[in-house]
């Protein structure tokens, strides 16, 4: 059983700082794949360096930016929990209500963009309840056990093979609907099919686990307080960044030929860990990236509304319904387009935070977590 180290939990402006890396990162990534439209259509306007630029961007941020993204809600979810516990009340059920208004948050997301992914969180978040009430050392092989990646390990042992025609199929009647459909038709094809898309999806790229790994992982880290400064925290991130940078090294040069399945993720997962022990051990070793990095901090904080505001914006910029931008540039002007999007979204962070202490989708979620219950 885990209980409180009644120590204080102040506000960590390093993880604001790579909530907003991972916010904008996951915004550049949508617009490189034109948020979702694969097409078979000629595009207008493309440059030879476009396949490059995705390839690079597709190493750097396809599925690290949801996985940071992931384990911070972990470590959000350890600090409401904890500062709980210290005020002896349970926040179980007040979190699974907060996991409720983020299931909704994502309902009227996915109406706007299929690639959603708080519902999934929800879901997720709501495994974290059980499993904080577990002694670290159980948490930790639970952690263990989840980044081995032990679906796509037993398929591999086993033979086992898992069907995802359903998914393809999926893709191809909303990549259509994307295309040549009008917005309400999009909506209504989102709503019936986001959720299971996304589940799909997460089975068939090996992140059904991984994303709960992230999510446990963030939260013990959370409880060792690693993302403080304090003890030997730094040495640590310093030994991560060694060693995950080693193992990415090593596995570039590595053809994973029928291992791929399984390996691919983990591979993922130490790219993901090199970013934030680089980000951590520059935060700490650094005052002038300290300095760069806080501009980042307003993006992260309001993380909730920039991703509800990217879904909005970025498919009516690139769906047929809207300016279908899907079939006008190709990446390298996407990824502009995407970084645009970022500068707009941190300018009215940065105009918004002059009067609000949070982002406007935060404070609503925070005022309805915190309604008054008849048992309080």
Not at 198 to 213: A, E, H, I, K, M
Not at 261 to 272: C, E, V
Request: charged letters at 15%; a positive charge.
């Amino acid at each position: 059983m885990y209980y409180t180290r009644n120590l204080p939990n102040t506000r960590i402006d390093v993880a604001d700082a790579l909530r907003g890396i991972a916010v904008a990162g996951i915004i550049l990534y949508h617009s490189v794949e034109h948020f979702d439209i694969f097409t078979e259509e000629p595009i207008v306007h493309t440059l030879p360096c476009d396949q490059l630029v995705g390839n690079v961007l597709a190493w750097l941020l396809s599925g690290k930016m949801y996985g940071i993204f992931a384990m911070l809600f972990g470590l959000s979810f350890f600090i409401m929990n904890d500062n709980q516990q210290q005020k002896h009340r349970n926040f179980s059920g007040r979190f699974a209500w907060r996991m409720c208004l983020l299931f909704v948050f994502g309902l009227i997301n996915v109406a706007f963009y299929d690639g959603d992914i708080l519902m999934l969180y929800a879901v997720y978040g709501l495994l974290l309840i059980p499993i904080s009430y577990l002694p670290s050392r159980a948490v930790w092989c639970i952690i263990a056990l989840l980044a081995i990646q032990p679906v796509e390990l037993f398929c591999l042992l086993t033979g086992t093979t898992i069907d995802h025609t359903t998914l393809f199929e999926i893709y191809k009647k909303t990549i259509s609907l994307h295309e040549n459909g009008t917005f309400m038709e999009n909506a209504i094809n989102n709503l019936q099919y986001g959720f299971e898309l996304n589940l799909r999806f997460n089975v068939f790229s090996g992140r059904l686990t991984q994303l709960l790994c992230l999510f446990i992982l963030g939260m013990q880290l959370g409880r060792h307080r690693f993302f403080y400064n304090e003890g030997r925290n730094l040495r640590i991130w310093h030994i991560i960044l060694g060693v995950s940078a080693l193992v990415v090294i090593v596995l570039s040069i590595t053809g994973f030929g029928n291992l791929a399945p399984w390996f691919t993720p983990i591979y993922n997962l130490f790219i993901l860990l090199m970013i934030t022990s680089a980000v951590v051990s520059a935060w700490y070793a650094f005052e002038s990236v300290r300095n760069a990095l806080r501009h980042l901090c307003f993006f992260g904080r309001m993380s909730l509304t920039n991703y509800l505001l990217q879904s909005i914006v970025g498919s009516f910029i690139f769906c047929g319904y809207g300016l279908a931008c899907y079939r006008l540039v190709g990446i390298t002007y996407a990824v502009l387009i995407g970084l645009a999007m970022v500068i707009v979204f941190y300018i009215f962070g940065r105009y918004w935070f002059k009067n609000h202490p949070r982002g406007p989708l935060e404070g609503l979620w925070r005022k309805l977590t915190w309604l008054k219950m008849r048992n309080d």
